[in-house]
């Protein structure tokens, strides 16, 4: 999740199939991924009884904003790319601000993965 969010990535869905009630941690996983790495995350889990359900939506600050049941559901909501522009640029509740930091580096961070190389987006580049 790291890279792609690096190489720009606003959304990102992780499938899963969880057939084991270790459900919960990888609730707690989505969450730190979407705070982490500033981007909204879609958990997608089948339901009951192909797998425990409890699909998830996360907003690039680690927020729950949608959750499902055990059983069928769909979820529906609308993920805002400017959200994660103004995390990136302020901060998760101001305070983390991971972009800024990496982009001292720019350039020179080669992530294994994609071929690609760390940059920080346009929309989320600090107006000062």
């Known amino acids: 999740m790291r890279q792609l969010a690096w190489l720009g990535a606003e959304a990102l869905v992780q499938p899963t199939l969880t057939t084991t009630r270790d459900r919960e941690m990888e609730l707690v996983r ?58 990136r640029r302020y901060g998760s509740a101001g305070i983390n601000r991971p972009w800024a930091q990496l982009a001292r580096y720019g350039e020179t961070i080669r992530p294994p993965m994609y071929g690609g190389s760390f940059r920080v987006p346009e929309r989320a580049r600090d107006q000062d």
């Open 30 to 87: 989505a969450r730190a991924n979407a705070w982490t790495n500033q981007v909204h995350v879609v958990d997608l889990d089948a339901s009951d009884p192909s797998a425990v359900g409890q699909s998830l939506i996360v907003g690039p600050e680690g927020t729950v904003r949608q959750q499902a049941g055990a059983g069928e559901e769909v979820l529906v909501d609308v993920l805002d790319p400017d959200a994660v522009t103004r995390v």
